[in-house]
């Protein structure tokens, strides 16, 4: 890692009270979680887009209650 890099992420990360390391695994955590979130709306919509059947909340109700 470049010096000037290496110095901004320890004045960030001493900024917010932990550690470059927990820095590093909070951000790899943030990005992957953004990840799968991406994944999982794209997913929907695909299916969304083939069945865009909708119910209302009552709906909902009524069919699991049946």
């Not at 979130?37 to 909340?57: G, H, I, L, N, V």
């Amino acid at each position: 890692m470049e010096s000037d890099d290496e110095k901004f992420l320890r004045a960030y990360a001493a900024l917010k009270g932990i550690s470059l390391s927990e820095l590093f695994r909070s951000a790899a955590l943030e990005k992957a979680e953004d990840e799968l979130d991406r994944k999982t709306y794209d997913e929907a919509m695909a299916e969304f887009k083939q069945d865009p059947t909708t119910y209302s909340p009552e709906e909902v109700k009524r069919m699991l209650m049946r």
